[in-house]
């Protein structure tokens, strides 16, 4: 689970890298200067070794691992603990209050389900859906 942290890690040693070597040639802008180092340090495959390179690369390892781990903490757009977007059939009581008493002011769905048209319960869920399935006897 941690190796694309491990791998961006000793990716941003280049950076580093490019700090140090922009100090050492006495740029006076520093981001001029890792500008002008970058592209020397991205030449060579392996990570620097050097200390503060290392510290630079674990920091940025840990910055994004932290990103990631906040952002993962803080969604709020599915509910936790339970698979998004769940739904289960529905009974013959979910559809009852959906049922006139008189048969005539119905509107037949299918052979067991029926749809009351002229009045609607408060606070009701209208959103239905009515699917046949090839083994029932609807």
Known sequence: MNVPYV??????THFGEAYRMAQEAGATDMFDGMLETLPICL??????VHPV???VGVAAGAALKAAVYLKGKN???YPHGQEFG??????????EPYIAPKFEDNVILT???R???SNRPKR??????IQKRENSNC
């Open 111 to 113: 052979k067991t389900e």
């Open 7 to 12: 791998l961006v890690g000793l990716y941003a």
């Open 75 to 77: 969604a709020k757009k």
């Open 86 to 95: 769940t739904a289960r059939w529905g009974k013959p009581k979910d559809i």
């Open 43 to 48: 030449t060579h495959v392996m990570p620097s």
């Open 53 to 55: 390179d290392l510290l």
């Open 124 to 129: 009701a869920n209208m959103h239905w859906s």
């Open 115 to 117: 749809l009351m048209m």
